[in-house]
């Protein structure tokens, strides 16, 4: 979960960085590559510790991106490209990387390939509790390493039908960063284009290009025109403020989320726009909680004109949701929404409280068994102004089915601790950001907190059926089961997607990628 847009995770932990992107025009580029300049870009928030191994937030990964290399490089369009890998072999339980040659560290030192082992081995050691462990590895995974050859073999704890995906995304540290935890946290052991030359906290952090990097996506030129020198991370927490800087030419990238948009699209400006769900219901099943019963689950979502909630949720700007995958890899590509979300029906929905033994009491909130029919409900402050219209638009709806809404707005921390510990809500509008469909299995199946990540306690089936049956199968083979597992969590009403959002990050003087964050390899500097 995470406070800007967070790969697993809900919006809100800190969870992974957004990927996929498709550009806009090239206003504002000058036209004419120029090398020896600074990219200097935005971000909402300090990235804090900057040791890989421990973060999932979007805001640190993004840093990270310029810091440290991966094994392979995944692409807007779902292609693999080479990375720190030359090759690669993988299935669903082992994998083979054959690592390029001349590799080297921020200090100069090689990078072998025990390094890149070790890195993959301690995220599969669940002793050292690294938040990665599960997601992107497999607790149990090993690797070992063969110098002569350059190759690093793993060999999966579990099955991982997209374990290439998986292992070929963990930022790689060299060797001395997995021993000395506070040279990772000043983002120091890199294995990356750009290496930390300055941080002040709050305010900037400094980065300046390794010369010696050669290791870009495919067959990417290190002598190119237009690489930057020095690549600048400034904080800034104000998004109007951010976009001034961009007009004045102070910035050369920025992302924007709220209404100044409209201001930077005036100007024709570059785009690369990064598709993410913002519009997604999670209703606590937990025993005691209304919302356990599918035919509430159902009423409640048909009582809503989700169309009209997501259009003021993204301020007009929102894309219908097809799925819970959102973002690159996302190798299945399927609508799993269409069809399978209650659509709106007030009568219905009054209808199908009442066939549920909820039935209208004094004052018009409905009654059973002697308790009222009173919901919390979770939205959260980080995603702006609209979240709160939204949800107060959700309160008046659910107010008129005979529902005691009470609002609860909640920052990044606070939806953790509520979510995962004390389990005090009912319903969640905290979006889950995921770029493959295995990613979200232990956040809507299997163990619940304290044990396990299952926030809402879902309890589906179907789900667990199809999941175990697409966990055999190796890549995009396993396609029609994830979409019939995805399917089944809509008919159910154990989640709802209903909107997603584009989210510009707009470049001047400047073009790149936004996969992951922004692809430092990728940008381009201009006149």
């Not at 990964?61 to 369009?77: A, H, K, T």
């Not at 890195?119 to 690294?130: F, T």
């Not at 070992?144 to 099955?159: C, D, F, I, K, L």
Request: proline share 5%; with cysteine; net charge positive.
């Amino acid at each position: 979960m995470r406070p800007a847009r967070t790969v697993v995770c809900l919006l809100g932990v800190g969870a992974l960085a957004l990927t996929g992107c498709s550009t806009g025009g090239a206003a504002g580029s000058g036209g004419t590559l120029a090398d020896g300049k600074t990219f200097t870009m935005s971000v909402a928030t300090d990235p804090g510790n900057l040791d890989p191994t421990l973060t999932t937030l979007s805001v640190t990964r993004g840093v990270d991106r310029f810091l440290y290399s991966r094994l392979v490089e995944v692409q807007n369009d779902g292609s693999v490209q080479a990375g720190l890998a030359a090759k690669w072999t993988a299935d669903t339980r082992t994998a083979t990387f054959t690592l390029r040659r001349g590799l080297t560290c921020d200090d100069g030192s090689p990078l072998t390939a025990k390094d890149v082992a070790d890195n993959i081995s301690y995220l599969g050691d669940a002793k050292n509790k690294s938040p990665l462990t599960g997601l992107w590895v497999m607790p149990g995974t090993k690797a070992t390493a063969n110098e002569a050859s350059h190759t690093v073999t793993v060999t999966s704890g579990s099955p991982d039908p997209f374990l290439l995906l998986n292992i070929g995304s963990v930022s790689i540290v060299c060797g001395k960063g997995l021993h000395d935890p506070k040279l990772l946290a000043k983002g120091g052991a890199g294995t990356g284009m750009f290496k930390i030359s300055e941080v002040v906290p709050n305010d900037h952090y400094t980065l300046t290009r390794r010369k010696a990097f050669t290791w870009g996506p495919g067959d990417w030129n290190p002598k190119q025109k237009g690489l930057p020198d020095k690549v600048v991370v400034k904080v800034i927490p104000n998004e109007t403020t951010a976009a001034n800087l961009m007009l004045s030419g102070e910035l050369n990238a920025v992302s924007v989320n709220g209404p100044d948009q409209q201001r930077l699209s005036a100007q024709k400006l570059f785009h690369a726009d990064v598709r993410a769900p913002l519009g997604q219901l999670f209703f606590n099943q937990a025993a005691g909680r209304a919302t356990k019963d599918e035919a509430v689950r159902k009423a409640l979502v048909q009582a809503l004109d989700l169309p009209r909630v997501g259009k003021v949720l993204t301020d007009g700007h929102g894309k219908t949701a097809t799925g819970l995958v959102t973002v690159t890899p996302d190798p299945c590509r399927a609508d799993t929404v269409q069809g399978n979300v209650p659509g709106f029906d007030a009568a219905a929905a009054k209808a199908g409280l009442t066939a549920a033994g909820w039935t209208v009491g004094p004052g018009g909130t409905r009654v059973k068994d002697g308790k009222k029919l009173s919901l919390t409900v979770l939205y959260q402050t980080g995603i702006g102004s609209t979240a709160a219209a939204a949800a107060e638009l959700v309160q008046q709806t659910w107010h008129k089915l005979g529902v005691d809404v009470k609002l609860k707005a909640i920052d990044s921390t606070g939806l953790n601790e509520v979510l995962f510990s004390s389990g005090n809500w009912d319903v969640s509008m905290s979006p889950i950001t995921i770029g493959l469909p295995s990613t979200i299995v232990p956040f809507v199946s299997g163990a619940v907190p304290p044990k396990g990540t299952n926030f809402s306690h879902i309890d589906n089936a179907d789900y667990t059926k199809h999941v175990q049956q697409a966990m055999t199968m190796a890549g995009n083979k396993g396609c029609g089961d994830w979409a019939a597992a995805e399917k089944s969590l809509y008919q159910h009403v154990d989640v709802v997607s209903y909107v997603d959002s584009m989210v510009p990050t707009f470049g001047k003087n400047a073009k790149f990628v936004s996969n992951d964050g922004i692809d430092p390899a990728s940008i381009r500097m201009y006149q």
